[in-house]
């Protein structure tokens, strides 16, 4: 093999980089996006589904909560504030998709103005 044979492999050994080149680093860009356009719909449809539960848990509290107060003061009727009703709860709940707690009285059920247990169809046969 003559001498400058040698030297152009040894160039040609040098110049190669051992990096990604511009086209994998485009496709591997390309799997993620796909991917995540996939799972995007599953992840909010499972964080409403999350926040439906945690706002049916918040009425039941409620509820157990006003239920204690109307025992100790012995009434079944007349509406609690929250004060009292946090005498029988660690802290106040709150709706995790911005709702507000309706139905303080005590001979009425707890409701939350965006997770509605009487017409929303995801929460049939709940009761608080």
Not at 60 to 72: D, H, V, Y
């Amino acid at each position: 093999m003559p001498a400058y044979c040698g030297n152009l492999v040894t160039f040609m050994k040098r110049s190669l980089s051992k990096g990604f080149t511009l086209i994998e680093i485009m496709i591997i860009v390309g799997i993620i996006g796909i991917l995540t356009l996939i799972a995007w719909p599953n992840f909010k449809t499972a964080r409403e589904h999350t926040h439906r539960k945690i706002c049916m848990t918040n009425m039941k509290r409620i509820e157990w909560a006003k239920s204690q107060f109307g025992m100790t003061v012995g009434s079944k009727t007349g509406e609690a504030t929250w004060p009292e009703l946090l005498d029988h709860l660690r802290f106040q709940p709150i709706c995790p998709s911005g709702g507000t707690y309706e139905g303080l009285k005590l001979n009425e059920p707890v409701n939350c103005n965006i997770h509605n247990w009487q017409t929303d169809p995801e929460m049939d046969g709940f009761v608080p």
